[in-house]
């Protein structure tokens, strides 16, 4: 089993459980199959802590705010966003360098959101006292979720990666990516030849990640897939939570249209190299992979071993 980075030990309170958690041994067979299960969701689950805490306070306040309270909706949001950040850094929940990623994160979302939001792509329909021009400073807050998941997910499953492309490539490549999201207003729109692109620099890349012991690996495209699939479902919460509003919704809540998926899975690649800035990319430990399968070996070794027939009673 892989020894814990001693700066994660120390900066992050999670860790120690994970290390509590990854130590115990369920056995084999099924048991080994639903405690890796449990595990997943429970890493999975912290991962999401930030973006699971805003999605509960946009549901929790659309249902419950009332009317008539002395501070508006969204800037409720806003200072209990705070709040959360401030509250995960105190108590070791979270480290200072992805606190960074973060901020970056919330940066580059707000400009995105005023440039957007002046050009119609969607609106906030309720009022504000903490806002930049029409946007509301909660919604930075919705990026840096996302910023806090991925770092969180590559620290927590420990990522490794073969196949990963030149720095210098992603980073013109996530350029472009962010460069389009608002010329396209203006300019044709090469969100196909981005797909493209990305497929091509990083076909040959797989992530490898290590729920219990064992890292296993799928590619990092699919990974991008998924992520993008599961912001796509908090953005039809947050819709349905009146907190921003898209063409159409206006008079009722209907689903986000699918074609925002591609908008998502773009934004993987921004969060990954951002996320890269603090979160070096690491190639696969071989003695690590050996361990584990050596472990594993050793109980299927145990398990035979007591069914064997010099072991059965005549």
Known sequence: ???????????????????SLERFDPGTGWRLGLYEFLLFGIKQAWACLFGGLMLALL????FFYPEDAPV????????????????????????W??????????????????????????????ASTLHIGSVPLFSGFMYAAVGSYIARVWRIFDFRYT??????????????VYVNFFAHHWLPDIRLALFAATILLFARTRVYFR?????????????????????????????????????????????VSLAKLGSWFL?????????????????????????SSSSRSEQRQKKNAGTSPRNVAP
């Open 267 to 291: 934004l993987m690649l921004i969060s990954f190299v951002l996320v890269e800035l603090v979160a070096p990319v690491r190639a696969p430990d071989q003695s690590l992979r050996s361990s």
């Open 1 to 19: 089993m892989t020894a814990l980075r001693t700066d994660e030990f120390d900066h992050s309170r999670f860790a120690r459980i994970r290390l």
């Open 163 to 176: 196949g990963y492309p030149k720095r210098g490539w992603t980073w013109l490549l996530a350029a472009a």
């Open 72 to 95: 508006h909706r969204y800037d409720f949001l806003t200072i209990a966003a705070v709040a959360i950040q401030g509250a995960m850094l105190a108590f070791r929940l979270e480290t």
């Open 97 to 126: 360098a992805e606190a960074k990623v973060i901020l970056i994160f919330h940066v580059v979302g707000t400009v995105m959101e005023l440039f957007k939001t002046a050009a119609g792509s969607w609106v906030y329909p309720e």
């Open 211 to 255: 729920n219990w012991r064992e890292h296993r690996w799928m590619p990092l495209l699919l990974g991008f897939l998924l992520v993008a699939l599961f912001i796509w479902g908090a953005e039809n919460i947050g819709t349905f939570a009146r907190a921003w509003t898209y063409p159409g919704q206006e008079n009722g809540w209907q689903m």
């Open 59 to 62: 549901l929790a306040t659309h």
